[in-house]
């Protein structure tokens, strides 16, 4: 038996359990939300880790392509004070288990590696409903439904497929990011491509935060970290570009110049990134026929893991089903024993990491932080 699988969400969870099936015989279908594969950008950088994200890698038989799309130099990185002094530096040297890719290359990566038909763009799912008997019926705000036996929300934050299995809703956090790109940063914001250096810069004092990331070609990539109330950012009118990099900056007066150019001198409009977030210990009753993977499962604040987590997901759901093709409740009860556990552990380490990022101690306390992380690294 090879009951055909409906997915909801063409993101990199997603895709990787369609990948799984067709590498397993099942047939898939995802349908997605945006209009085409192009249609927004994919953000920036994920660094795809050995433990989690290359196995989803390996089992979707994907490791050549995946070689093809690392950036080499970028696992680089280095903390710095607001006075722009290098207080920590690692190189790359080549040896680390965490290769950088642009998020929408290894997403195209994904797409490449299943039979042209099997995403349906352009179905936004306006909601679900059982049927009994372990059917659900999807329905789409452009009109249509489709009724399936086997459904797997893989559609982020806000699914339309959870409340099926779960009343949970994602609460804000406390952290927004605010985004910006600097391009040909090399020629046109030296100072600013010189402190980020070949890899990631992280630039922190108490109540805010400098992040930028060196991706292809000498684009810089910022993100800064607020630890604000969601009424602080909407007081910011983010639709005038200029007022609201302005204010942004305000929060960094002081700071070395070549740190707040990766603010002011931003050459696309700064872009509001409120993050939430699911209970810790979010799980659910087994209900026939219906699973989630990724965030629309344990959505968490930014950690690092969210994208390897999915993809990870996606690869052992898929290599559930195919394990147990004649019993679904056997491969979903299989994929949800071990994938509850997991994201919740992820998601605890988390607890307690703004004190270091933002509590009085920092920058200090996350260079010790890191210095004992990367010690470790190097003794395994």
Not at 53 to 61: H, I
Not at 82 to 110: C, F, H, I, N, S
Not at 168 to 180: D, K
Request: hydrophobic share 40%.
């Amino acid at each position: 038996m090879r009951t055909p699988v409906t997915i909801i969400g063409a993101g990199l969870g997603g895709l990787t359990l369609a990948r799984v099936l067709h590498v397993h015989g099942i047939p898939v279908t995802v349908y997605e939300a945006e209009p085409s594969p192009t249609a927004r950008s994919q953000g920036g950088m994920l660094d795809i880790h050995d433990y989690n994200g290359q196995l989803a890698v390996r089992a979707a038989g994907l490791m050549d392509e995946f070689h093809g799309l690392v950036l080499e130099g970028r696992q680089a990185m280095r903390v710095l004070d607001r006075e722009g002094t290098v207080l920590l530096e690692k190189a790359d040297d080549g040896t680390g288990g965490r290769p950088e890719v642009q998020r929408g290359e290894l997403r195209q990566m994904l797409l490449d590696s299943l039979p042209a038909d099997t995403v349906r763009w352009g179905h936004k799912v306006s909601g679900t409903r059982s049927l009994g008997e372990g059917r659900h019926e999807v329905t789409f705000a452009g009109g249509g439904t489709v009724a399936t036996d086997l459904l797997v929300g893989a559609d982020g934050a806000w699914s339309r497929v959870r409340p099926l299995l779960s009343t949970a809703t994602p609460e804000y956090t406390g952290l927004s990011f605010v985004e910006t790109y600097l391009y040909d940063a090399d020629t046109r914001h030296p100072a600013a491509a010189k402190a980020v250096g070949g890899g990631s810069l992280m630039a922190h004092a108490p109540g805010r935060a400098i992040h930028a990331h060196r991706e292809s070609g000498d684009t810089l990539h910022t993100y800064v970290l607020l630890p604000r109330p969601l009424e602080w950012f909407a007081a910011i009118a983010f639709t005038d570009a200029a007022a609201a990099t302005a204010r942004i900056a305000r929060e960094f007066e002081g700071w070395a110049p070549e740190l707040t150019a990766l603010i002011t001198d931003g050459d696309t409009p700064p872009v509001l990134r409120p993050h939430y977030a699911l209970p810790i210990e979010h799980r659910w009753d087994r209900v026939p026929g219906v699973t989630l993977l990724g965030d629309a499962a344990h959505l968490t604040a930014p950690n690092g893991e969210g994208a390897n987590l999915a993809m990870l997901d996606g690869a052992e759901l898929g290599q559930a089903l195919a394990t147990h093709p004649d019993d679904v409740e056997a491969a979903f009860t299989a994929y949800e024993r071990a994938m509850f556990p997991r994201s919740a552990e992820v998601a605890a380490e988390g607890v307690g990491s703004d004190e270091l990022m933002f509590g009085d101690g920092a920058p200090h306390a996350l260079v010790s932080a890191f210095t004992t992380f990367i010690g470790q690294e190097q003794t395994q």
